[in-house]
């Protein structure tokens, strides 16, 4: 019996139209079928079926194939995303790419039109194993971390991790990870006022030569030429995040709002902002939902630009923008619940850290969503760091940063009004993710207190674990009553299914 669970809880750039061609997400389709990658590949391009699905999925230029592939003219040497305005080029003059690096490697450059880089990523949906999919994110990580602790990461050697790479995506590790650097960089020179130097030391390149030698080489520009015509003084980093339609800004909207800390977090009709701590400092972002173009127009303001593409990638998963909403109804659909009771759209919110949604998870224990967000408040005021970025736009008041892991541990916490019980739980929690240690489920389940619904919360909220169907929570199993579901059938999405069962509770 748990003895944790709660009572509920629930571009417009100047470019000639022969620069035509953009990165798509794959979302299942009438039409195109989930190609396993490492069969799409035949030296690099897709051919055979494959090519004909994707050029099907080109000529419509439907949104829901935005990071899915993405598309090069021979031509012209460009490769563009699927949604690319531009002319249609003729199909005996395009080839077909499930990676951007894939395109960029074989000596396309990017469009600067539909600008490939910033297509949602689709590594999840391409149809790989859990292991190459896990590469593929540890690849992409900036700093970049060596090939032999990506591999020692992964439990394989580095062999075998460059055989997996070269066989799914026609890739080196070291060329992969190379490429998705630049693609960074160039999304910085393209959508930010940062000045150069400051863009290379985020894209993790030691100087502005280093920089402008991988741009110039696989963008085939310099990075004045790829920059953007603005006003460089400005302090703050704007970016535009893009989702596969339809997102349904509402029920996120609602489920932030109603959990949002304050002092930490608000949300407005159309924005999701909050501080941050960034290496030990304060830090600022939001989040603005731009429905006409498929994504969140951001900003972020950092003391340490080191940071800058963890937090695009936390914002990323908080906001939920890699979900293929078709796949998840789908399998919502399979799990027994009608179409008419779907919410279209539906995303899972994340929380920003792991640490958090533990936090959030123990103070939550038996009482209403609510009353733990109010001792989660009471955390911030307490231990939190004050927030030192100031931002005209955010509510009154003193704001936080929510507290790390050593501030939690070593307080007494005589200030929370819950059980000493409670307490030493969080205590212990917090303990074990000090010096910016992840403790393994197991850990965390030793903890006295600590239940399998707390860390499948953890797991739901903070890990974003799309798998995870919380079956001891109360307003599952009364929605599961009412609206009787085969959870397995759901996999690998169960954690939407919870979160649909919580929106039907809402009705």
């Avoid at 003219?73 to 080029?89: D, E, M, N, S, Y």
Wanted: a neutral charge; aromatic letters at 8%; hydrophobic letters at 40%.
């Amino acid at each position: 019996m748990n003895t944790d669970k709660p009572a509920s809880d629930h571009s417009n750039d100047a470019h000639p139209h022969d620069d035509s061609i953009i990165e798509h997400p794959f979302v299942e389709h009438p039409f195109v079928e989930h190609p396993p990658v490492g069969d799409a590949v035949e030296g690099e391009a897709v051919t055979g079926k494959h090519h004909h699905a994707y050029a099907k999925a080109r000529v419509s230029r439907d949104a829901r194939f935005d990071g899915r592939f993405f598309v090069a003219v021979k031509t012209t040497g460009i490769f563009c995303r699927p949604i690319c305005p531009a002319k249609l080029p003729a199909e005996k003059n395009v080839a077909y790419y499930n990676h951007a690096a894939q395109a960029m490697n074989d000596g396309f450059r990017p469009c600067l039109r539909c600008r490939p880089d910033s297509a949602p990523s689709s590594f999840a949906w391409l149809g790989v194993g859990t292991t190459v999919a896990r590469a593929l994110t540890l690849l992409s990580d900036i700093p970049v971390q060596s090939i032999s602790t990506i591999s020692d990461r992964l439990g394989i050697s580095e062999r075998y991790l460059n055989k997996l790479m070269v066989s799914h995506t026609g890739l080196s590790p070291k060329q992969y990870q190379d490429l998705q650097r630049v693609l960074f960089a160039k999304q910085l020179l393209q959508q930010s006022t940062l000045p150069l130097i400051d863009i290379a030391f985020s894209a993790g390149y030691a100087s502005i030569r280093q920089l402008q030698r991988a741009v110039q080489t696989y963008c085939k520009k310099t990075p004045s030429e790829l920059r953007s015509k603005r006003n460089v003084s400005l302090p703050e980093i704007s970016l535009r995040l893009y989702f596969r339609p339809p997102y349904h800004w509402g029920q996120v909207r609602e489920f932030l709002a109603l959990r949002a800390i304050g002092g930490v977090e608000t949300i407005t009709e159309d924005t999701y902002s909050r501080y941050i701590c960034v290496g030990g400092e304060s830090g600022f972002i939001s989040a603005t939902f731009n429905e006409r173009a498929n994504g969140f127009d951001v900003k972020i303001r950092l003391p340490n630009l080191a940071y800058v593409y963890k937090t695009v990638e936390q914002i990323k998963q908080l906001l939920d923008l890699h979900a293929a909403p078709e796949l998840i109804e789908k399998s919502l659909q399979a799990a027994g619940l009608a179409d008419s009771l779907l919410t279209k759209g539906l995303r899972l919110p994340g929380t920003w850290t792991v640490f958090e949604s533990g936090c959030r998870a123990i103070v939550g224990q038996q009482v209403s969503v609510k009353a733990a967000i109010n001792q989660a408040g009471l955390l911030a005021q307490h231990l939190g760091a004050t927030a030192t970025v100031e931002q005209a736009d955010f509510e009154g008041g003193k704001h936080y940063c929510f507290p790390e892991p050593e501030a939690v541990a070593s307080s007494d916490l005589a200030f929370l009004r819950m059980p000493n019980a409670r307490k030493n739980a969080l205590r212990d929690f917090a303990e074990l993710f000090k010096n910016g240690n992840l403790p393994s489920h197991d850990e965390i389940l030793s903890i006295k207190g600590v239940g399998q619904w707390t860390l499948d919360y953890l797991k739901m909220r903070g890990e974003r674990d799309p798998d995870v169907y919380l079956a001891g929570d109360l307003i599952v199993r009364k929605m599961a009553g009412k609206h009787p579901v085969s959870p397995q059938e759901a996999a690998p999405w169960q954690s939407y299914l919870t979160l649909q069962l919580w929106q039907l509770s809402n009705n």
